[in-house]
């Protein structure tokens, strides 16, 4: 067979097998959700009431600990396939890369003028070289993997210091259309407009010399794995409680309104309902919640008043589940449920919170500083920043009394 009919062939088996590995996943979430409810039906009435809730608790933390699994197995496929992307392009490296790559193993004075001639020096006065282009488009891709509110935000891209952004404000738009009879008022859009200055964020990983000499090992995927890790823990923070001075705008430091949870120290279901519809249905339509795990678990017990559980299990593996028909996203970084904490934010973060990551990484390799522990030092320099333009589009859960 020609090269590229087997090249389409295993592309086939491939494809192929993801979309099994997928339906197996889904069947087996769908039949442990199934089974729960069918013994949890059969039990109810047979048992006495504190017996059922201790046995319902215990049967829903056990089907939780299996979707975390199942979570976990997926996030690791996920790894797998950008591993394996990485590896299918080093045939078609670019001249860049290449010469990165050596410059990672060998240093610069060992380095070709071929390759010299190809490093980007840094303009920045933090020194260092400039990460090439596929290098840092890889990175980002891991980036979505570990990062929630990355793959819930709008992110953008700039060249230079900074952006100005609009914030948005309500207006009346009856002024802005008229049928016949109607007065057509005229009215300035209220847009301040919201500077974006991305900040320097650093990472550093330090492999062990002999796996950077090791021409077997993938010393290059090795880094971009630990330093998307490394800046996913960091920003992820910043994004969800950052005081916006020299790093990000968290949404809980944003201005953003709350809805009390009727209880002073629980979530409770019509706290949840209120959230969902204090939330205008412009930015409802595509809302989204944030909370972490801890609470999911909590969540997961509540009942409306027909004693239907709130949570939906995704049946369909790699979909997030839901809350009210609305998709579940957990970050570690949000707070637990205590009294007058803020442990739930429920919005459109597509629409009301922005990423800005300046294009370009920066690194400086480090021989010296970990030489007699036989490492050798790679400092990343990127700079990124976030904050909320539309406080309009989200609520925050208040754990208080009415």
């Known amino acids: 067979?020609?090269?590229?009919?087997?090249?389409?062939?295993?592309?086939?088996?491939?494809?192929?097998?993801?979309?099994?590995?997928?339906?197996?996943?889904?069947?087996?979430?769908?039949?442990?959700?199934?089974?729960?409810?069918?013994?949890?039906?059969?039990?109810?009435?047979?048992?006495?009431?504190?017996?059922?809730?201790?046995?319902?608790?215990?049967?829903?933390?056990?089907?939780?600990?299996?979707?975390?699994?199942?979570?976990?197995?997926?996030?690791?496929?996920?790894?797998i396939a950008v591993e394996t992307a990485m590896k299918e392009q080093k045939g078609a490296a670019s001249p860049e890369r290449k010469a990165f790559v050596s410059w990672i193993r060998k240093g610069e004075k060992n380095l070709s003028a071929d390759e010299l001639k190809v490093m980007r020096i840094s303009e920045d006065v933090t020194g260092g070289y400039v990460t090439p282009v596929e290098f840092d488009s890889r990175i980002i891709e891991i980036l979505k993997v570990f990062s929630p509110i990355r793959e819930m935000a709008e992110v953008f891209s700039i060249g230079g210091a900074g952006?100005?952004?609009?914030?948005?404000?309500?207006?009346?738009?009856?002024?802005?259309?008229?049928?016949?009879?109607?007065?057509?008022?005229?009215?300035?859009?209220?847009?301040?407009?919201?500077?974006?200055?991305?900040?320097?964020?650093?990472?550093?990983?330090?492999?062990?010399?002999?796996?950077?000499?090791?021409a077997a090992f993938d010393i290059e995927g090795y880094i971009q794995r630990k330093v998307a890790e490394i800046y996913a823990y960091k920003e992820g923070k910043a994004f969800v409680v950052g005081d916006g001075v020299n790093k990000p705008e968290g949404l809980l430091s944003a201005n953003i309104s709350s809805v009390n949870s009727g209880d002073a120290s629980k979530i409770t279901a019509d706290g949840l309902f209120k959230l969902v519809y204090n939330v205008s249905t412009p930015y409802a339509r595509g809302a989204a919640w944030?909370?972490?795990?801890?609470?999911?678990?909590?969540?997961?017990?509540?009942?409306?008043?027909?004693?239907?559980?709130?949570?939906?299990?995704?049946?369909?593996?790699?979909?997030?589940?839901?809350?009210?028909?609305?998709?579940?996203?957990?970050?570690?970084?949000?707070?637990?449920?205590?009294?007058?904490?803020?442990?739930?934010?429920?919005?459109?973060?597509?629409?009301?919170?922005?990423?800005?990551?300046?294009?370009?990484?920066?690194?400086?390799?480090?021989?010296?500083?970990?030489?007699?522990?036989?490492?050798?030092?790679?400092?990343?320099w990127k700079r990124v920043d976030g904050?909320?333009?539309?406080?309009?589009?989200?609520?925050?859960?208040?754990?208080a009394a009415s």
Not at 334 to 350: C, D, L, Q, R
Not at 389 to 397: E, G, I, M, N, S
């Open 1 to 79: 067979m020609e090269g590229l009919q087997v090249k389409e062939l295993v592309e086939k088996v491939k494809s192929e097998l993801a979309r099994e590995a997928k339906e197996d996943a889904e069947k087996i979430i769908k039949l442990i959700h199934d089974e729960r409810q069918k013994y949890e039906d059969a039990l109810k009435g047979r048992i006495s009431e504190s017996d059922f809730k201790v046995f319902q608790e215990k049967s829903q933390a056990a089907e939780l600990e299996i979707k975390k699994k199942i979570d976990e197995l997926e996030l690791r496929l996920k790894q």
């Open 163 to 214: 952006v100005e952004i609009p914030k948005e404000s309500a207006v009346d738009m009856d002024a802005f259309a008229a049928w016949p009879g109607e007065t057509l008022a005229a009215q300035d859009l209220k847009f301040a407009e919201e500077r974006f200055t991305p900040f320097e964020l650093q990472a550093l990983v330090t492999p062990k010399r002999t796996l950077i000499e090791d």
């Open 290 to 380: 944030l909370l972490n795990r801890l609470t999911i678990l909590e969540v997961r017990l509540l009942k409306d008043q027909e004693n239907r559980y709130l949570w939906q299990p995704a049946l369909q593996a790699g979909e997030p589940s839901t809350l009210l028909g609305y998709p579940v996203y957990e970050s570690p970084d949000m707070p637990t449920v205590a009294s007058n904490a803020y442990p739930v934010i429920f919005g459109n973060f597509k629409a009301g919170y922005k990423i800005v990551d300046r294009v370009g990484m920066t690194v400086q390799r480090l021989v010296e500083k970990w030489a007699t522990e036989g490492k050798i030092g790679f400092l990343f």
């Open 387 to 399: 904050g909320v333009t539309v406080p309009d589009a989200f609520r925050k859960l208040k754990i």
